[in-house]
């Protein structure tokens, strides 16, 4: 199979300092030793291209940059994965944003600098998109990118227009308010929530108009279509070293299933719950996703 469709994913570009071990914090001067340092490709948007790149997905990524040290280890970890940067923008007046993500098995708390990541504009993408021969659009973390977001529906309905297809995973939103979704979904083939996001945007907009597709942790994923069709998928059973961007990886193997022209719905959510099994083997987002081959062997 080729993949038939070429993907820009849109959103969110920063570095992720991942640290293990003893990690949750003693103010009063104490120094606590950690077992891990990892800084690593971050963010929503920039995980995801790569986990699709990784699938053999032809991937795209328009997000900005800080001109920085950080910043090039972005353009640097992109490039390694095989994600195409030439719409990546660079904003030489504002640092790199980085999270710091104290990381256990089971839980993780994250420290964040936005940095570029809320400068990105609907006319950048906009442009990208034209740029490209791209069908399919996925939006990551809206909800960092106030100016884009507020250009959101528009911006939709021109690709909507085009017979461009698209897919939205809001992360979550730090003010917890959810606005403008009531807008957006409409226009959007594919949300990708996790559990806490889908409660919270239900309980912001009611009924979904599109179809979900929903993040479960260990017991994997879940597809409901408009009319209410409910299919699921359970993920693997494996030693989790970290589960950062796991949720992202899982959002690529969707999209990679959809690409590469699987049409079985439990059969995509499927390829979504290993994908983001298979990516928390390592420290975090990127370091543990599967190549096409794997992700086949666990299939079977
Ligand atoms: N403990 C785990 N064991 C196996 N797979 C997991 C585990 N945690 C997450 N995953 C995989 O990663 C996907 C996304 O994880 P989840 O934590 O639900 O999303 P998010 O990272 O967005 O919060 C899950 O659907 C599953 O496929
Ligand atoms: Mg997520």
Avoid at 68 to 75: A, H, I, K, P, T
Avoid at 96 to 125: F, K, M
Wanted: hydrophobic share 45%; proline share 5%; aromatic share 4%.
């Amino acid at each position: 199979m080729i993949a038939q469709y070429p993907v820009l994913v849109v959103g969110d570009a920063n570095v992720d300092l991942v640290v293990r071990g003893d990690v949750v914090p003693r103010f009063g001067q104490v120094e606590q030793l950690l077992e891990h340092a990892n800084l690593v490709l971050g963010g929503s948007a920039c995980i995801m291209a790569s986990g699709l790149a990784r699938l053999g997905v032809p991937t795209a990524v328009v997000a900005v940059i800080g001109d920085d040290e950080f910043g090039r280890v972005m353009r640097d970890a992109l490039v390694a994965a095989k994600v195409d940067v030439s719409a990546l923008q660079v904003d030489p007046q504002v640092p790199t944003g980085i999270s710091v993500i104290l990381s256990t098995a089971d839980d993780r708390a994250i420290l964040t600098l936005p940095g570029t990541v809320p400068l990105l504009t609907s006319e950048q993408v906009l442009a990208a998109v034209e740029s490209s021969q791209a069908r399919w659009v996925h939006f990551a973390s809206p909800f960092l990118m106030p100016e884009f977001t507020a250009g959101l529906p528009t911006l939709l309905a021109k690709l909507k227009g085009r017979g461009i297809r698209t897919s939205l995973d809001t992360n979550w939103d730090p003010a917890n308010e959810w606005a403008g979704l009531g807008e957006v979904l409409p226009l959007i083939d594919v949300l990708l929530p996790n559990r806490a996001e889908l409660d919270a945007i239900t309980a912001a907009v009611g009924e979904i108009p599109c179809r979900v597709v929903v993040k479960d942790g260990a017991a994997g994923g879940w597809s409901r279509s408009p009319d209410g069709t409910t299919v699921r998928a359970p993920g693997i059973h494996l030693d989790v070293v970290d589960t950062t961007g796991a949720g992202d990886s899982f959002d690529a193997g969707y999209l990679a299933a959809v690409a590469h022209g699987v049409t079985d719905e439990a059969t995509r959510v499927r390829w979504a719950a290993v994908a983001g099994s298979l990516s928390t083997r390592a420290s975090g987002g990127t370091g543990a996703q599967a190549t096409r081959e794997l992700l086949t062997e666990y299939l079977e």
